[in-house]
């Protein structure tokens, strides 16, 4: 065992029985395990005082934006009538940006193929987030396949055409320049 479970004021030993549980039973991530402990000790009644507040951080060398800080996950809800379940929400959008920040990261190393997944996984977590889908245009592009790229790049500019303008210039689209797919998407091609 390399984890401890402990808390401050809770009802029970459930608690504590029920937190380990959960972390040791769920699949996914440790921020996936770790905030299935923080529920289940929350249904087997938690803190005796109520609940108002509830915090995650996961730590890994060089995880943190741009590699620049060890916090790969640094989430927290203050005042909320349900803590648990915001801090569920902000979890999905933190694990996506730290998706996005690995293959990021990986892209700027001319590291397109390994990049990929991470961003594939960024994109799974916010389908519908223009600039997530952008840049997956991008790192499919640097993987290699430009077709792939392009339904990305169709996908991000239908949910934000303001993207046209960046794609016009964007160097890392460079090799998409003589696609006719590409040409009508940003507004210059054929309408036909």
């Not at 039973?25 to 996936?32: E, S």
């Not at 915090?55 to 640094?74: M, P």
Request: overall charge positive.
């Amino acid at each position: 065992r390399n984890y401890a479970v402990q808390g401050n004021i809770l009802v029970g030993e459930g608690v504590v029985a029920g937190m380990e549980q959960a972390f040791v039973n769920t699949k996914g991530t440790l921020a996936d395990r770790m905030y299935a402990a923080l529920v289940a000790g929350d249904e087997k009644g938690g803190d005796a005082r109520g609940k108002q507040s509830a915090a995650l951080i996961v730590v890994k060398k060089g995880a943190g934006y741009g590699g620049f800080t060890e916090r790969a996950i640094d989430i927290r809800v203050d005042d909320h009538p349900e803590p648990f379940k915001e801090l569920g929400r902000l979890l999905d959008y933190a694990q996506m940006n730290y998706a996005w920040n690995e293959a990021w990261t990986l892209f700027t190393q001319k590291k397109g193929a390994e990049a990929l997944p991470h961003m594939e996984h960024a994109a799974r977590i916010a389908p519908k987030n223009p600039e997530v889908l952008y840049d997956l245009a991008v790192i499919r592009l640097a993987a290699g396949d430009p077709g792939k790229a392009l339904e990305a790049l169709e996908k991000a500019l239908r949910l934000n055409p303001r993207l046209k303008k960046q794609a016009v210039g964007d160097t890392d689209l460079t090799a998409l320049r003589g696609n006719a797919k590409f040409q009508k998407l940003i507004g210059r091609g054929s309408n036909k």
